[in-house]
């Protein structure tokens, strides 16, 4: 992640008012992670990983003060492909009506 992707992000959420304390230790400084992670969907729960499946990319936040650690969605900040997020939900929409 290079300097004008982290300053992007960080005005990604200051304009979605993320501002608030820390939520462990109400500290107020805060630092941007050097690099995106990706938590996984699983299905169920039953001790087995799937690789290569669904995932949700995200940036991490650390409290300076306790390193709490949050994330956030990047889709949500508008930093992946809006097709794709577009046929995500199109797909589960279907789904959706075929099980009711």
């Given at each position: ?9 960080i ?15 109400g ?33 991490g ?9 949050n ?6 900040l508008g930093?992946i492909?809006?097709?794709?997020t ?15």
């Open positions: 992640m290079n300097q004008a992707e982290k300053d992007n992000i005005r990604l959420l200051n304009e979605r008012g993320v501002r608030l304390p820390c939520s462990r230790c500290g107020n400084n805060f630092s941007l992670l050097d690099g995106y992670f990706n938590s996984s969907i699983n299905p169920q729960l039953d001790n087995n990983v799937i690789l290569g499946g669904p995932s949700i990319p995200t940036v936040i650390i409290c300076n003060r306790c390193g709490f650690i994330y956030h969605a990047i889709g949500a930093l492909n809006n097709n794709r577009e046929n995500l939900n199109e797909t589960r929409n279907e789904n959706q009506n075929e099980t009711e």
